[in-house]
């Protein structure tokens, strides 16, 4: 079984419209998170959720919006999508203390938006 | 920020030797963190690091931090053509809620 599973895998779409990727996660951690990878690679964290409470919103335009249904699920939808968002979204996961262990990673979805 | 940088930004080496990539960071750190993404890929774990810990090792690949100059380097020895991807370091700052990631090292091993 995926530990941490994403779908869609690759999402293409026109700007202003409206979309949802979920994740889900078999490993029972506490602690959610949904990160960006632009085309230069870098990652940056977006936001984090621990048991289905928000922990971190880093600053993301309101456009964005997570939901944590349960603890196994946090989807991330995204109204009003603009160009500048096509990157790869990638969920992760972390256990007790998740900070002080490692993350694991879903296989991400890369989102273009023309 | 706590961003770390990476050094070199792309790596590439015959199979069989030895790859070493440095990650340098700005502020105190409670651990440090390598990470391998292969193409089209999520992340996955390679190595945590303490701040109280000069050096870790597992299987090929061997970690070390100094907290003194805030870098780190991660060593593979003997590389595989299975080695070839990208590597990031990531940090957690001293009472931080989240992992700041590096910009990466783009490794190639040519066979």
């Known amino acids: 079984d995926t530990a941490v599973s994403q779908t869609p895998k690759y999402l293409v779409t026109q700007m202003g419209n409206d979309k949802s990727i979920k994740c889900e996660q078999n490993?029972?951690?506490?602690?959610m998170y949904w990160y960006k990878q632009d085309s230069k690679k870098f990652l940056k964290i977006m936001f984090s959720y621990n048991n289905k409470e928000l922990i971190i919103n880093e600053t993301v335009p309101n456009r964005f919006s997570p939901k944590s249904p349960d603890k196994a699920h946090l989807n991330l939808h995204i109204n009003s999508l603009e160009l500048g968002d096509s990157a790869v979204y990638f969920c992760?996961?972390?256990?007790?203390?998740?900070?002080?262990?490692?993350?694991?990673f879903g296989p991400g979805t890369r989102l273009t938006v023309l | 920020s706590q961003q770390g940088e990476e050094d070199p930004q792309a790596l590439s080496i015959q199979e069989g030797e030895n790859a070493t990539m440095n990650c340098s960071y700005k502020?105190?750190?409670?651990?440090l963190q390598w990470y391998r993404q292969n193409s089209g890929r999520g992340l996955v774990h390679l190595i945590l690091?303490?701040?109280?810990?000069r050096e870790k090792h597992s299987g090929r690949l061997r970690v070390t931090l100094d907290t003194s100059k805030k870098s780190s380097s991660l060593l593979i020895t003997a590389s595989r053509a299975a080695d070839t991807a990208s590597y990031f370091c990531?940090?957690?700052?001293?009472?931080?809620?989240?992992?700041?990631f590096g910009q990466g090292t783009r490794l190639t091993i040519n066979p």
């Open positions: 992760a996961t972390g256990g007790p203390s998740a900070l002080s262990n490692e993350q694991f």
């Open positions: 690091i303490r701040s109280n810990e």
């Open positions: 990531a940090t957690v700052g001293r009472g931080a809620q989240k992992l700041v």
């Open positions: 490993l029972g951690h506490d602690t």
């Open positions: 502020t105190s750190i409670n651990n």
